[in-house]
């Protein structure tokens, strides 16, 4: 064979086992598997996180694809990163303890205050039948709501509020999780829980502990679970 045939087999067949757009996808796809995964062993079993329900969406949603491109690489890693708007995306490990502690079920109607980028809701709605998300921010809304149904999530639905309000229209919720911080629990998201449900939340001002509200028929009772740091729930409480 003259070198010139030599050439061309060996590009043809270069290009033939290796098609180049898909190879870098694939390999993309791959790297940010490995990475969940090893984010789900090393941060969130190692910690205690034991609900299979909560590890298996914590391992299938793709948690890059709701951080800032810049964060990608990042996206993975034991802490929160911004996105926009000064309010931050939260540390896995507080995403999927959250998750757990709501003790979540397949037939699961659960609201969340803060919607931010969408990935909590994303979590939640691996797991529950339906998702109710509340952001303030009305372009942190619209974001999040294009993202979540650009990925298939039509379990999510999402609204511009304020959150001390919760969603009254569609109570009582089987859960509540709330992903910023009020100095107080929330009475009308208290209200807004069936009997013997969680509210999992945040609370305080620059010292916050995450707290458990279980509501029993004449009142509620609260377990506090860990410190944590949440960006400040703003707005109203307007039953206050
Ligand atoms: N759960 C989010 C992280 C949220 S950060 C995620 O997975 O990305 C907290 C969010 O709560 C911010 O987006 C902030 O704008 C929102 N927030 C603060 N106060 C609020 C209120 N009163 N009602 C609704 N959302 C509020």
């Known amino acids: 064979m003259n070198s010139f045939f030599k050439v061309f087999f060996s590009v043809f067949f270069l290009f033939a086992l290796f098609p180049t757009g898909c190879i870098s996808s694939n390999d993309e796809e791959l790297d940010y598997k490995m990475k969940r995964e090893h984010m789900v062993s090393a941060q969130i079993e190692a910690r205690g996180v034991s609900d299979p329900l909560v590890l298996d969406a914590m391992r299938k949603v793709q948690r890059h694809l709701f951080v800032p491109d810049k964060s990608k690489p990042y996206a993975y890693e034991d802490h929160p990163l911004p996105i926009g708007h000064d309010q931050t995306i939260s540390q896995p490990y507080i995403v999927a303890i959250m998750t757990e502690l709501i003790k979540p ?136």
């Not at 691996?126 to 999040?144: C, D, M, N």
């Not at 009142?219 to 400040?232: D, N, Y």
């Open 105 to 240: 079920q397949a037939d699961f109607k659960v609201l969340e205050i803060g919607t931010g980028s969408g990935y909590q809701a994303a979590v939640l709605a691996e797991i529950v039948e339906e998702v109710f998300t509340i952001e303030i921010i009305p372009e942190l809304a619209r974001h999040a709501e294009t993202k979540l149904k650009e990925l298939g999530y039509d379990n999510v639905h999402v609204r511009t509020g304020n959150g001390y309000l919760g969603w009254p229209e569609e109570a009582p919720f089987d859960a509540i999780i709330v992903t910023a911080a009020p100095k107080d629990i929330p009475p009308k998201l208290v209200e807004q829980l069936k009997t013997g449900a969680r509210l999992v939340l945040p609370v305080g001002s620059f010292f916050q502990d995450l707290i458990v509200v279980v509501k029993t028929p004449d009142g509620f009772e609260k377990t506090s679970v860990i410190p944590v740091r949440f960006v400040p729930m703003v707005g109203k409480d307007e039953s206050e």
